[in-house]
């Protein structure tokens, strides 16, 4: 369903690429060739019939929007490390509606049944581009300590697609074979629901 058609895709290439590849330029600048995140300017989002598909799918399951971010990954970045999802210190994010345009052939998404309580996981304070103000801007998340060993994960997708991506667990993005910058818009929720709630309500709406 949140496949782009090839209309949308078109409009993506014309309207919200070019402002992606700013922003990976941006971060791979500052932090070499890495995948994280940035925020857009909302209008950049307005006129795409995606927008008006997303909004509607988080009204149908009872969301609140929050807004549309970005993500951008190097392509072959060989930088992955577990982390989680958050915008403030102590309020892990649950759940993010992911819609990858450019770089999904070759990248692996990997979960593990652990969360920000693992002592291996640790707070990660750093800059993300914020294009709205045109200049970088503090930002918050947890990533796992580097020389921590997490073992085999407890789930993995490879050529990860659109999904709604369980960003409370420990998770991995693997980019090493990809071969071009991955762009990947994604939907937050301003009012978090537990994840087995969000599971609950997609089924409720025949989803899975
Ligand atoms: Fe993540």
Redesign the pocket.
């Known amino acids: 369903m949140f496949w782009p058609t090839e209309e949308e895709s078109v409009w993506a290439t014309e309207h919200i690429i070019p402002h992606a590849t700013i922003a990976a330029n941006k971060l791979f600048e500052k932090y070499g060739p890495k995948f994280d ?1 940035t925020d857009l300017d909302q209008s950049v989002f307005d006129g795409w019939s995606m927008t008006d598909k997303v909004k509607n799918h988080f009204n149908e399951l009872g969301l609140s929007f929050r807004r549309f971010s970005l ?1 951008v990954g190097a392509a072959g970045a060989k930088s992955a490390v577990p ?3 958050a915008h403030t210190i102590g309020a892990p994010m649950v759940a ?1 509606l992911n819609i990858p345009l450019r770089g999904i052939e070759g990248a692996k998404l990997s979960w593990w049944d652990s969360s920000v309580d693992d002592p291996r996981m640790l707070e990660r304070h750093f800059e993300q581009w914020d294009a709205t103000q045109g200049k970088m801007r503090k930002a918050f ?1 947890y990533l796992a300590d580097p020389h921590a060993d997490w073992g085999p994960a407890s789930f993995v997708v490879n050529n990860p697609g659109p999904c709604w ?1 369980h ?1 409370e667990l420990a ?1 991995k ?1 693997e980019l090493d074979f990809t071969t071009e910058t991955r762009i990947n818009i994604t939907a937050e929720i301003q009012d978090q629901i537990a994840w087995e709630e969000l599971v609950t309500r997609l089924r409720n709406c025949n989803y899975i």
Do not use: C, Q
């Open positions: 995140k993500f982390h989680v999802d993010r998340s991506n960003v998770h993005l």
